[in-house]
């Protein structure tokens, strides 16, 4: 497939900021977001919504039961979010994020070596699809003989990925 440069590209600093999750308990996915994956909670509105993130940030995640209070996962064939991937700044920190998913016994949907990255696979208790995932080095990124990413898809070895020092 060859690459179509966008006729009016944008500019290369713009970001996606946060993702808003619907779902049915709030504090059972504060408990998931914060209490297993780690991040803080910014702040709350009442019992029905509440802002998450890492760092000091306003919010990576918004989760709020506004449409969703007590309301299941969207049944398999439907149409909306596939997953929210979520990225961690060295390979040291997302082992660390697969050791707080192992010690919570939360279950792997997959794990994958993309080539320009690494990543986990799973579910928040909602059923959303989460991918916790870091980027290796841009100079690193397998490349085909025009130059353009030749990304693929290798089953990611957990076992190396878990050898890695804990984070300082």
């Given at each position: 497939?060859?690459?179509?440069?966008?006729p009016?590209?944008?500019?290369?600093?713009?970001?996606?900021?946060?993702?808003?999750?619907?779902?049915?308990?709030?504090?059972?996915?504060?408990?998931?977001?914060?209490?297993?994956?780690?991040?803080?909670?910014?702040?709350?509105?009442?019992?029905?919504?509440?802002?998450?993130?890492?760092?000091?940030?306003?919010?990576?995640?918004?989760?709020?039961?506004?449409?969703?209070l007590?309301?299941?996962?969207?049944?398999?064939?439907?149409?909306?979010?596939?997953?929210?991937?979520?990225?961690?700044?060295?390979?040291?920190?997302?082992?660390?994020?697969?050791?707080?998913?192992?010690?919570?016994?939360?279950?792997?949907?997959?794990?994958?070596?993309?080539g320009?990255?690494?990543?986990?696979?799973?579910?928040?208790?909602?059923?959303?699809?989460?991918?916790?995932?870091?980027?290796?080095?841009r100079?690193?990124?397998?490349?085909?003989?025009?130059?353009?990413?030749?990304?693929?898809?290798?089953?990611?070895?957990?076992?190396g990925?878990?050898?890695?020092?804990?984070?300082?």
């Open positions: 497939m060859t690459r179509q440069p966008s009016r590209p944008l500019n290369p600093e713009v970001r996606i900021g946060h993702v808003h999750l619907k779902v049915a308990d709030l504090d059972r996915s504060l408990g998931f977001y914060c209490g297993i994956l780690g991040f803080e909670l910014t702040q709350r509105f009442d019992p029905s919504a509440a802002f998450i993130s890492a760092g000091g940030y306003h919010h990576h995640i918004g989760l709020n039961t506004w449409e969703s007590g309301g299941s996962p969207p049944p398999s064939g439907s149409t909306g979010l596939y997953h929210v991937a979520i990225l961690y700044p060295t390979r040291a920190e997302l082992a660390d994020a697969l050791r707080r998913l192992l010690d919570a016994r939360v279950p792997l949907e997959g794990a994958s070596d993309h320009v990255s690494e990543a986990l696979y799973l579910r928040d208790p909602d059923g959303n699809g989460v991918e916790l995932y870091w980027d290796r080095p100079d690193t990124w397998p490349r085909d003989a025009d130059g353009g990413l030749a990304m693929f898809t290798r089953r990611l070895d957990l076992g990925l878990l050898a890695e020092p804990k984070p300082a």
